[in-house]
């Protein structure tokens, strides 16, 4: 496998926008080496008889019946804003007119 180089971290770090000083570039090459060789090694494994997976847990929906329940609490949620007018929630004008 070819060593990362420094000019290619140079060159990833100003594509991202990131600036980086000498430490850090010898730093991100050594683990972009790092995670490289791991992938190496993952290629490795015979996944042939293995399923597609998304998830590393199963996930089901819990999904309950729709019911129409009928609950006057217009009052209540009204009451929880900072201004009122009658039946709505008094806001201050965006829009001149």
């Known amino acids: 496998m070819t060593k990362i180089t420094k000019d290619e971290v ?21 683990q972009l080496e790092k995670i490289l060789e791991y992938i190496k090694q993952l290629e490795k494994i015979d996944t042939n ?20 329940n009928n609950s006057d609490c217009t009052e209540e949620i009204l009451e929880l804003g900072p201004s009122r007018e009658d039946q709505y929630f008094k806001v201050p004008k965006i829009i001149n007119e």
């Open 49 to 68: 008889d293995v399923a597609c997976t998304t998830r590393a847990i199963e996930v089901i929906n819990v999904l309950r019946k729709d019911e129409n």
């Open 10 to 30: 140079k060159k990833v770090a100003h594509l991202a926008r990131l600036e980086l000083n000498e430490n850090e570039i010898n730093s991100h090459a050594e």
